[in-house]
């Protein structure tokens, strides 16, 4: 079967990796004989909306699958901060689409403007965003991923050390079980720390990334080979 036949669902029950140019399809939810193997084509941290807009525009379908029917997790990812009196739904749904503007205008800046710049749009984002949004909102998260990515870039490892810690925790109850997101988020936390000496915190981000990459690329695979002499290297 080729791996482009595939249908999308965002409760997918197979990952797709590449081992060279050869694709591999690894389940990642427990199937039986006659289930549908399903992949997905976005990234799943969006809620059902963000999600389906993306299918539109890139494949021209709207996703039917059980979550984008039950909308079960759009509330933990557009989570708003607990008050007494309880924040307006309208300030929330202004806030939301200003989330879903600055992701749009940040993609837009990432090419034109210098990484001071850049650090200084996901901060104010974040800034206006974190009077209403939990720090575990998906568009805190995106914004505070972009800043991570400026920060590495920059070589202020701290800095990037501080967003991935707030990133890792709902990326891991946000994404399904074997994620590379998530597996991908170790592995940079894990070499960031050891690059400041931080060894156990380290070697433990790189394990939990081994962990789900044994899941989603096969424990053969080339990346799997290289990650665990990285980690032996460190003992
Ligand atoms: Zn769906």
């Given amino acids: 079967m080729s791996?482009?036949?595939?249908?999308?669902?965002c409760l997918p029950s197979v990952i797709v990796t590449y081992n060279g140019t050869m694709a591999?399809?690894?389940?990642?939810?427990?199937?039986?004989?006659?289930?549908?193997v399903l992949i997905s084509?976005?990234?799943?941290?969006?809620?059902?909306?963000?999600?389906?807009?993306?299918?539109?525009?890139?494949?021209?379908?709207?996703?039917?699958?059980?979550?984008?029917?039950?909308?079960?997790?759009?509330?933990?990812?557009?989570?708003?901060?607990?008050?007494?009196?309880?924040?307006?739904?309208?300030?929330?749904?202004?806030?939301?689409?200003?989330?879903r503007n600055a992701v749009r205008e940040f993609r837009a800046a990432k090419h034109q403007k210098s990484p001071s710049e850049l650090l200084e749009i996901c901060e104010r984002s974040l800034d206006k965003m974190g009077a209403v949004f939990d720090d575990?909102?998906?568009y805190m998260l995106h914004m505070m991923y972009q800043a991570m990515g400026v920060?590495?870039?920059?070589?202020?490892?701290?800095?990037?050390?501080?967003?991935?810690?707030?990133?890792?925790?709902?990326?891991?109850?946000?994404?399904?079980?074997?994620?590379?997101?998530?597996?991908?988020?170790?592995?940079?936390?894990?070499?960031?720390?050891?690059?400041?000496?931080?060894?156990?915190?380290?070697?433990?981000?790189?394990k939990k990334a081994l962990a789900i990459m044994e899941v989603a690329h096969g424990k053969d695979h080339q990346y799997l080979t290289a990650l665990r002499k990285e980690i032996a290297s460190q003992k």
């Fill in 24 to 36: 591999e399809v690894r389940a990642v939810q427990d199937m039986n004989p006659g289930d549908e």
């Fill in 136 to 138: 575990s909102n998906v």
């Fill in 3 to 9: 791996v482009a036949l595939i249908n999308h669902s």
């Fill in 151 to 206: 920060c590495l870039y920059m070589e202020d490892l701290d800095g990037a050390i501080s967003y991935g810690e707030k990133i890792l925790k709902p990326y891991c109850q946000l994404y399904p079980a074997y994620s590379l997101n998530v597996s991908s988020m170790y592995l940079k936390l894990g070499r960031l720390y050891l690059a400041l000496d931080r060894h156990s915190t380290g070697l433990s981000a790189l």
């Fill in 41 to 99: 084509y976005i990234d799943l941290l969006y809620p059902t909306d963000d999600r389906n807009d993306r299918l539109r525009e890139s494949y021209y379908f709207t996703c039917d699958c059980q979550e984008c029917k039950t909308k079960s997790k759009d509330k933990v990812k557009l989570k708003v901060h607990k008050r007494s009196d309880p924040i307006n739904p309208e300030v929330i749904s202004n806030m939301v689409r200003y989330g």
